[in-house]
């Protein structure tokens, strides 16, 4: 009996070293305010990708939003850009809009669910 628990607890320990991780990748845009020239909402889009960066970890997980069903380690932004959307909510009224666009990885723990 003794020898069944044993390796049963040593297949235990065994699947869950071989668990694994798996790296996901993902992107997420935001959008800012409005404002009344291009110049403005790209200097609020850059202002935002500082302020993500500059975010530790948890908070950071909270602003992207992550979704997992496994404990997750590693977050990093990969990359960010900037883009200008133009639009009008009155004739004769243009505002811009800034789209910052955020691509992220982390380590997740694999499921084989």
């Known amino acids: ?14 699947s869950s070293v071989f668990a694994g991780t798996q790296v996901v ?3 997420k ?22 302020q993500l960066k500059q975010l530790p970890e948890n908070k950071l997980r ?6 997992s069903t496994t404990p ?11 883009s200008i959307e133009e639009f009008a909510k009155a004739r004769g009224h243009v505002e811009y809009r800034a789209i910052v666009n955020v691509d992220y990885s982390y380590k997740a723990l694999r499921s084989d669910n």
């Open 1 to 14: 009996m003794k020898k069944l628990t044993t390796l049963a607890a040593t297949l235990l320990i065994s």
């Open 25 to 27: 990748h993902s992107d």
């Open 29 to 50: 845009n935001f959008s800012t305010d409005a404002f009344t020239n291009k110049a403005a909402a790209y200097e609020a889009g850059f202002d935002y990708v500082n």
């Open 62 to 67: 909270h602003e992207l939003v992550l979704i």
């Open 72 to 82: 997750t380690k590693n977050l990093k932004i990969k990359d960010t850009n900037v």
